[in-house]
């Protein structure tokens, strides 16, 4: 090595300080022919493939291994060997191979004679050579795997507009355009549920004029269920189609084809998937968007139907006379099924209270009725007896067959006059007399719920002293409390008015208003 820097040949100090393999191969080129190297070959190896990077006054037809050559892990170097390969025959004078932390770069094969000090100082190089290749190698690996990320990463920012769509079409077209941005492709088109979308090409191309395989596309593509990049046994006659990708969205019932890509990812498994988990993440959101925005429809109009159900049904009546009455009624969810109403006709105190079979929007339905009937009553728009009513309204829901809907009630008519109230009672929990001395009496009766069967109806009676009260209430009470722990809580609290007593049997029994399990309602009457 010394005789060499002693000549002054500085053309050592370019391959070491090398800016690319690229650059490190010529330097060493320039080197060895500075040298007086008559001929020899420069080999690049990519794992254990080699490509010839230089050929320097000899021929050689084949690319070589460093098997081939005779390196192992024990040595870097071969000297005087012969290579035979069928009829050719290749002399290697002198062979070294750049290995460094057990990675091969590449090897040197010098084919003509050179004397012994040089080809000494050569090996001794070799280790400095295997250096610095390798870190050339490792600095390139490096920018590699950087372009790739970086390549990924501009992928996934252009792929970024297809996820602010928020239609399904939106999705489609803005997927085709920006695909075929990113793989340089020359048309496009999608198939989704039946649809066609197209950019360039005609379903009638898709279908007939394009063959895979013998196949047209279409019927090709329709008997595969992953993504696929075409390059052979393409023909067409009318088109000049080079290559083919088909994404497949499979979930989605999606396939987009690209017609000839011109960039490498074309291929490249890793981005393909990667696009079509784009496109099904982008009509995930789609489909999530439209559920939301249907959803805050529903709610909105849900929200103006409590607003107007609220006004045929009231959640509070309070009467004040020779008696006090309170009534209250709180649904589970933003509209119940139960109603609840009070007020004078002919001099004589009528008070409901009714409960439909079931919670929620089509119960509530069927209490407005009975609402607007209660209503007509009222204004003596309707002069027929209260049983009259109770009949017809039976009638009616059983004409109309509302799937298994009936309704439970109780209606109670206080005579002021003689002190009697006349009840009936249909298929409801029983109402709760609590007599002035303490006894508790039930008021119900055998008849059905309305909606049930026809039925003949008929009033109970029972005379009602100064003091007594009446409890009359829905089954969503006996979720929270049994009827005797009902019974016990109105005889602690009898010393209080109808509202308060209403008010605090509320806040016992339901306690968190947010966890109501069912509607809760109630009339309290103190005579």
Known sequence: MMKILDQSDKKIFDVFISNSLTEFFANLKNLLISWGVESFTVWRLNENLSDLEYCVNYSIDMPLTPDDIGFNNENTAVYNRALEFFDDKYLVNLGLLFRYHNINIGFLLIHSEIDSVLKQNIVDLNHYFSKVSYGLFLKEKRTDIYLEYQKKIDFIMQASSILKNLEPDSVINASMYSFMNIFSAEAACTYHSGSFYNIGIKDIDIREHIYVNNKPLFEYLDGIDHNIFIENDIYCENLNVKNILAIKQEFEDITLIFFNLHEDVSGDDEFVSLASSIVGIAFENARNHQKTVDFKLEDAEMRKTVEILDKFVP?????????????????????????????????????????????????????????????????????????????????????????????????????????????????????????????????????????????????????????????????????????????????????????????????????????????????????
Do not use: W
């Not at 109770?390 to 799937?403: A, E, M, P, S, T």
């Not at 709760?432 to 055998?446: A, F, M, N, Q, T």
């Not at 009676?461 to 089954?475: A, E, T």
């Open 315 to 527: 959640s509070e009546i309070v009467v004040n006379d020779t008696y006090q009455l309170y009534g209250a009624s709180y649904p589970a969810k933003r509209a119940g099924g139960d109603f609840i109403s009070a007020y004078h006709s002919d001099s004589k105190l009528v008070f409901v209270l009714e409960d439909v079979c079931g919670k929620g929007y089509s119960a509530a339905i069927i209490t407005v009725a009975l609402s607007v009937i209660s209503e007509m009553h009222k204004s003596h728009l309707i002069e027929k007896p209260i049983l009259e009513i109770i009949l017809k309204v039976n009638k009616f829901f059983l004409n109309r067959q509302l799937g298994g809907r009936f309704v439970t009630g109780f209606v109670g008519v206080y005579e002021n006059d003689n002190g009697v109230l006349r009840y009936i009672s249909l298929g409801h929990e029983p109402a709760i007399l609590l007599r002035k001395g303490g006894k508790v009496e039930y008021l119900h009766s055998e008849f059905m719920p309305i909606g049930i069967i026809e039925e003949n109806y008929s009033m109970a009676s029972v005379k009602i002293d100064s003091g007594d009260k009446l409890f009359v209430y829905s089954d969503g009470l006996t979720e929270y409390r049994s009827l005797a722990e009902i019974v016990e809580l109105l005889m602690r609290n009898s010393g209080l008015s109808p509202d308060e007593t209403v008010k605090k049997l509320y806040a016992d029994l339901v306690n968190d208003p947010e966890k109501q399990k069912d509607d809760f309602t109630c009339i309290m009457v103190n005579f």
